[in-house]
Each structure stands twice: as C-alpha cells, then as structure tokens.
C-alpha cells in the first residue's frame, strides 16, 4: 500500500484489520509513501491494484477526455 504521506501507526492498523477483514483471509500489508500520488491511497492486491490517488484518477480523467 502507498500513501502521499506517511500513515500514523493507528491509521496503519485500522487500515490492515479492515483489509482482512474485507478478504476474510490472513495477509500482510507493508506501507510505502510516494509524493506523485499527491494524495490518496494505492493498494495493491497481488496483480489487482485499487488506484484511489488524486494522481490516479486525473489519469482516468485524461483517459476519458482524449478518447476517441
């Protein structure tokens, strides 16, 4: 998972204990921060990525906008 900024280490729990809970299953989740993303969050599943960045979603804007 990455994050514009650093995740407090409450957060970072919370965030884990959801995650498992939404898979039902036993995971390990490692947190990174990368200031492309501007803010938001990215997570990424094994081959699934789950983009909810500000870089991610202008992307999907310019994505739309130039499609012909």
């Not at 884990?16 to 803010?39: C, G, N, P, W, Y």
């Amino acid at each position: 998972m990455s994050s514009a900024a650093a995740i407090p280490p409450a957060e970072q729990k919370r965030i884990s204990t959801r995650l498992r809970e939404m898979l039902k299953r036993q995971i390990e989740v490692t947190f990174h921060t990368d200031a492309r993303h501007l803010a938001g969050l990215q997570i990424h599943l094994g081959s699934t990525v789950i983009d909810s960045t500000v870089r991610g979603r202008l992307q999907a804007m310019q994505s739309l906008l130039t499609k012909e």
